[in-house]
């Protein structure tokens, strides 16, 4: 069994930032790619950022791109998300996922399913 733990969330002003962490452990725990999604109250659950295990190779939403940083750090199992210039809209709970299978080097797992490891989520709240 895998359990994702995250934390870091919290309150901030517009333009301020904040680090999210996500700590994985469980015996069976092994990873292919870890991700961040968010979500705001009535809607859906939306892709944030990821990271290929193997490699770092990254992937961003347009929404968040050049603002957010996603990292990892292998020796701890713990994937972090740097949220840089934060603003109201950025406001949601934020989930950290893990896929546990393989894929293809041209594939970028973004979608729910491509997921089957989820943490309890943290929430993040941005002033105006």
């Known amino acids: 069994q895998v359990q994702l733990v995250e934390s870091g969330g919290g309150l901030v002003q517009a333009g301020g930032s904040l680090r999210l962490s996500c700590a994985a452990s469980g015996r069976t725990f092994r990873s292919y790619a870890m991700a961040w999604f968010r979500q705001c109250p009535g809607k859906e659950r939306e892709f944030v950022a990821v990271?290929?295990?193997?490699?770092?190779?990254?992937y961003y939403a347009d929404s968040v791109k050049g603002r957010f940083t996603i990292s990892r750090d292998n020796a701890k199992n713990t994937v972090y998300l740097q949220m840089n210039s934060l603003q109201p809209e950025d406001t949601a709970v934020y989930y950290c996922?893990?896929?546990?299978?393989?894929?293809?080097?041209?594939?970028?797992?973004?979608?729910?399913?491509?997921?089957?490891?989820w943490g309890q989520g943290t929430q993040v709240t941005v002033s105006s």
């Open positions: 990271i290929r295990w193997g490699g770092g190779s990254t």
């Open positions: 996922a893990s896929r546990a299978t393989y894929y293809s080097g041209n594939y970028i797992p973004t979608t729910l399913t491509d997921f089957r490891s």
